[in-house]
C-alpha cells in the first residue's frame, strides 16, 4: 500500500512541481486542490493519507481552516506549505497542531524529510494495525512491533519486538507491496527493517535495539 498525498495549492506550477517530488519517491498524490471545497471533496473520497495544505489558498477559507477540519474528521498527519513566517501566520499554524511546516520555496529534500518524518511520528503516536492477507491467510499485528523482515527462499520471517514472529510465504519483494508505504525500508536483497526502530547507521550498517544489520549500496538511497 503506497502512502496517498493531498496537495492543497492554489498556485498550478508549484502544485504540480511538488506532485513531482512527492510521486518521485514513491508516494502517491491524491489530487490537487486549489480551495476548501475542492479539498474537502478529494478528503471525503477515503484515499487520503496525508495532506500537503498551503496556508493561504483561493476563496474564504485559508488552509488552517482544512487543518481544523482535517483533526475533526479524519485521523491523518499534515504539513503547511507557507511564504509567510509572521507571528500571526505561526500562532495560526500552531493551533491547528500540524506534523510541521515548510517554507516557499519548497526544497524537495526538505519537502521529502519532513513527509517522511511527519509519516513517522504519526506512526509512533497512532500505532496501526495492520491486517496482512497473503493468498488464504491473514496475519494482524502492530505496525509499531514489526522490527524487521527477512527473507529464506519461499518465506519471509517477521521479526518482532514481542517475540512473536510471523512466517509468511511471500518473497521480500512481493511482501513490501502488501504492506504500508514506508512500514520497511529494504537495506538488501533479503532484509528489509522498520525505520521507527532505527538507533543509528554507521558506514555500510543500521543499527536497531542493539542489533546490526549490512545496508547494500542497492538499497542505501532508502536512507
Not at 15 to 26: T, V, Y
Not at 178 to 199: T, V
Amino acid at each position: 500500500m503506497k502512502t496517498h498525498i493531498l496537495i492543497v495549492e492554489d498556485e498550478v506550477m508549484i502544485a504540480n512541481i511538488i506532485q513531482l517530488h512527492i510521486e518521485s519517491a514513491g508516494y502517491v498524490c491524491a489530487g490537487i486542490a486549489i480551495d476548501y471545497e475542492e479539498a474537502i471533496e478529494i478528503l471525503e473520497q477515503g484515499k487520503v493519507n496525508m495532506a500537503l495544505l498551503d496556508v493561504n489558498i483561493s476563496g474564504n477559507e485559508k488552509g488552517t481552516d482544512i487543518g481544523d477540519y482535517i483533526n475533526l474528521t479524519y485521523k491523518i498527519p499534515f504539513l503547511y506549505l507557507t511564504a509567510y513566517s509572521d507571528r500571526q501566520t505561526i500562532e495560526d499554524i500552531k493551533n491547528t497542531l500540524p506534523y510541521g511546516y515548510l517554507k516557499k520555496p519548497i526544497d524537495k529534500d526538505n519537502l521529502l524529510i519532513t513527509i517522511e518524518l511527519a509519516m513517522n511520528s504519526f506512526a509512533q503516536q497512532n500505532p496501526v494495525q495492520i491486517t496482512l492477507k497473503v493468498g488464504r491467510d491473514t496475519y494482524l499485528f502492530r505496525a509499531d512491533e514489526l522490527l524487521y523482515a527477512e527473507a529464506d527462499h519461499i518465506y519471509v520471517s517477521l521479526v518482532m519486538t514481542t517475540g512473536k514472529n510471523l512466517l509468511v510465504r511471500s518473497s521480500l519483494t512481493a511482501l513490501l507491496e502488501l504492506l504500508p508505504a514506508n512500514l520497511l525500508k529494504q537495506i538488501n536483497r533479503s532484509q528489509a527493517i522498520n525505520p521507527q526502530h532505527l538507533e543509528r547507521i554507521s558506514g555500510d550498517k543500521v543499527f536497531l535495539i542493539q542489533q546490526s544489520f549490512k545496508i547494500s549500496p542497492l538499497f542505501r538511497d532508502n536512507f
